[in-house]
């Protein structure tokens, strides 16, 4: 089985540029707006060579009280192992806003199918899925949230959301199934133009099949926002967590305490400056982190960095660092950045993580650009028995205009991975096809 090819970068920011457009146009003037990638050509990697279609298609429209859109986007190549047609990385998303002088509703719905082991930017996935290079990864979320008393000194929020991960075509039993539900309610209260209260509350419930780990958490806090002079502010919670946890049917057991979080910001003509400290409930006990950072607006772009500590509830300590650089010009733009942190997963899983990400584009003329871009990362779990994971992924892309709408892409990208003292796994894909992106107002 071979991995699923992503759309080009460069079709998709064509696709997007356009929508961006004509959002704005439907914001001004309302109405319904649609835009849509098509693209045919050849992959060829490890597995072979095949053919490969694309298509990827959003439907919108924003007015001043209302909003919704609807996108979907698929691969799909033939022949793949079985001599059939594959579905590759589908996807489909719906948002809807409705929003009135003194309230706002949102709703989403998304599913996305993946191969596991697949970088994920706002996650760290299990240890066991990292390393795991057959099966698919099926992803639903829906969710929705009311906004009440927006201008009124008394207000808050309400939302539900529930999400659902199934695995597919897996070589063994090593990952299951899980659901899970979440709920939190923020009530605010505006006591003076510097000082905002508030109560909080939540609850997170996952299940999980088989022999997986169930886990409720529950969450109680009150919190105060205080604009202590016009470029000074501060922000402060106060918490009670109680997580109850059970593996593969049996005891449950429970852990509880307090945790709080403090932000202090300040605005400097160029940029902010911010500290924080903050604890949060770990199966090992209770981590604390500090960390104090910097971001300057340059003359050659933008710069930010943070630097602190994190100590476990086992007393071990860990740095943390980021560093950020980003720049536009007329011709293109670039994206650097690296990140150290502490990450904690759905069911506890602590892991230290590296990551390196760096992203370049340049127009090498009026209908030619270059687009490349490298991730990295190193994932060091801290549960006892799970071996460290690296992954690196280089991708390279071309296009040219051949007409108002129509591209021809040639990508490259490479990947590679390493489990702990293994030896390291890599594939490399080449990709050469055409494309259309097409925007109007059915």
């Not at 835009?35 to 919108?60: K, N, P, V």
């Amino acid at each position: 089985m071979h991995n699923g090819f992503k759309i080009p970068a460069a079709a998709i920011l064509a696709a997007a540029a356009g929508l961006t457009t004509y959002s704005a146009m439907a914001q001004e003037a309302g109405g319904i707006t649609a835009s849509a990638t098509t693209g045919i050509g050849i992959i060829s990697d490890d597995d072979g060579t095949r053919a490969r279609g694309d298509l990827a298609f959003s439907l919108g429209s924003v007015t001043r009280t209302q909003g919704f859109e609807l996108g979907i986007s698929t691969g799909l190549e033939y022949p793949d192992a079985d001599d059939e047609f594959e579905l590759a990385d589908p996807e489909l998303r719906f948002s809807y806003r409705r929003t009135g002088k003194n309230a706002e509703f949102e709703a989403f719905a998304s599913f996305l199918r993946q191969e596991i082991g697949t970088l994920v930017l706002d996650e760290t996935p299990d240890s066991i899925e990292l390393r795991n290079d057959t099966g698919y990864r099926n992803d639903t979320r829906l969710g929705a949230r009311l906004t009440f008393g927006k201008e009124a000194p008394f207000g808050g929020d309400f939302g539900l959301g529930v999400r659902r991960v199934n695995y597919t075509d897996l070589t063994d039993d090593s990952l299951n199934d899980y659901v899970s539900r979440d709920s939190d309610l923020t009530l605010r209260f505006t006591v003076d133009p510097r000082l905002d209260l508030r109560l909080t509350a939540r609850v997170e419930d996952t299940e999980s099949e088989g022999t997986g780990t169930d886990r409720t958490t529950t969450t109680f806090g009150t919190g105060a926002d205080l604009r202590i002079s016009e470029s000074l502010r501060a922000s402060l919670d106060l918490n009670y967590v109680e997580i109850e946890e059970s593996a593969d049917g049996g005891p449950t057991s429970t852990d509880r305490g307090p945790t709080f979080a403090l932000a202090i910001l300040r605005d400097l003509p160029n940029g902010e400056a911010r500290f924080d400290l903050s604890s949060i409930l770990t199966d090992d006990g209770t981590r604390v982190e500090v960390r104090a950072g910097r971001s300057h607006e340059l003359r050659l772009g933008e710069f930010d960095w943070s630097a602190g500590l994190s100590r476990g509830g086992d007393g071990d300590v860990d740095g943390l660092l980021q560093v950020g650089y980003g720049r536009e010009s007329r011709n293109g733009s670039l994206e650097a950045g690296y990140q150290r942190s502490v990450n904690t997963s759905i069911f506890g899983e602590e892991t230290l993580v590296d990551q390196v990400s760096v992203g370049y584009s340049y127009a090498l003329s009026d209908v030619t650009n270059f687009q490349t871009g490298l991730a990295y990362r190193n994932y060091d779990y801290f549960t006892e028995g799970s071996e460290s994971v690296r992954k690196l992924e280089l991708d390279m892309s071309l296009t040219r205009q051949l007409t108002s709408d129509i591209d021809m892409v040639a990508s490259f990208s490479h990947e590679r991975s390493r489990t702990g003292d293994e030896d390291a796994e890599s594939e490399n894909t080449i990709y050469l096809g055409v494309q259309r992106a097409l925007s109007w107002r059915p």
